[in-house]
């Protein structure tokens, strides 16, 4: 259990979902076989997924150590990093529209309330937000309140909100120790306790006033809704795992929020000891398969550690550098 492993499996599934996303199922089977992908190439490169993952991260360890996270410095900080990854010249990894056009508005000095795409809840809300799960010591409601308000940034939908807490959540359960059987019990049961708490401390009393929601908890309420059901959906699939069928028909194509997060389960899952081959699954997906192998790697990691993946893999990722710092700091603590 390691928040290094957790950061470097998040790069690992990305990598290894690079090429295979935007390609049906069919296609990757024929030509990885039915288990997918097995191996990083040399100079693995990965996609926004890590990128915007990274953005947290070290926005996150902007912080002042020995106290937790407040509001404002952070949102600051996320602003600034969710910028600079936006002008990047490395941001040329077909970046999601939503994060661009928030990423635009905040660049322009607009009221994050305002930049938020309000409509959208794609998945790059939560494909970034694991790390906030591998933060030491961090109060309940204060991982909660930081999981929703980076994605809020970007994604205002309520269920955005959702899937990103629980995505937060997953991690930071499994990197205590929690059994992957344990895992799907406990994120159903967060989605009844949560359903009416709006973290009104960081998302503030403007972005849930949307048309057709008449307060903050009914706002909230529909974004823990839809996660509740395609829990519901993975825990069906999981009674009856079919590890060599396309894990996008049980729990859908990772597009948008919750989906990523459930699918990505689903392969971690299934083979929860083996994570080369929880990516293998996840990257042979026809869907978002590299924000559905991050969010798997990101698991796998926080659970098994470094020592479960390759060893030759650590040399070949991108990032690696920023990746072993990140993980490092929040290993010691």
């Not at 937790?68 to 900080?77: K, Q, T, V």
């Not at 059994?179 to 009104?200: H, N």
């Not at 529909?222 to 069906?236: I, N, P, Q, S, T």
């Not at 459930?262 to 299934?270: E, G, Q, R, S």
Request: one cysteine or more; proline letters at 7%; hydrophobic letters at 45%.
């Amino acid at each position: 259990m390691s928040a290094t492993g957790s950061l470097f499996g998040l790069a690992y599934g990305d990598s290894m979902g690079k090429p295979t996303e935007f390609r049906r199922f069919e296609e990757i089977v024929r030509e990885y076989g039915p288990a997918g992908p097995s191996d990083l190439p040399e100079g693995a490169l990965v996609t926004d997924d890590t990128q915007m993952a990274l953005a947290v991260a070290e926005a996150l360890l902007e912080q002042p150590a020995g106290r937790d996270p407040e509001p404002e410095p952070l949102i600051a900080s996320l602003t600034k990093h969710f910028v600079a990854w936006a002008h990047s010249p490395e941001n040329n990894r077909a970046p999601g529209m939503t994060c661009l056009r928030a990423c635009g508005g905040l660049a322009q000095g607009r009221p994050w309330t305002e930049a938020t795409q309000r409509g959208s809840k794609g998945c790059g809300a939560n494909m970034r937000v694991t790390p906030v799960g591998l933060v030491p010591g961090l109060p309940e409601d204060t991982a909660a309140g930081i999981a929703q308000v980076q994605a809020a940034l970007t994604h205002g939908h309520a269920t955005a909100l959702a899937a990103s807490d629980l995505t937060a959540f997953a991690t930071r359960w499994l990197l205590a120790g929690m059994a992957p059987a344990d895992l799907v019990p406990a994120l159903r049961e967060r989605c009844r306790e949560q359903r009416s708490v709006y973290q009104g401390t960081w998302l503030g009393d403007d972005l849930w006033r949307v048309p057709g929601r008449e307060s903050p908890q009914d706002f909230i309420a529909h974004g823990w809704d839809d996660c509740a059901a395609v829990l519901d959906r993975l825990a069906a699939a999981l009674v009856r795992p079919e590890p060599e069928a396309d894990p996008c028909l049980a729990t859908g194509e990772g597009w948008i929020a919750e989906e990523a997060l459930a699918t990505a389960l689903l392969c971690f899952l299934m083979h929860p000891d083996e994570p080369v081959r929880a990516l293998g699954r996840a990257a042979a997906t026809g869907g978002d398969s590299d924000s559905i192998a991050a969010l798997a790697g990101a698991f796998a990691g926080a659970r098994l550690g470094m020592a479960a993946f390759p060893a030759g893999w650590a040399g070949r990722i991108e990032y690696r550098d920023r990746l072993a710092r990140a993980g490092a700091v929040w290993d010691r603590q």
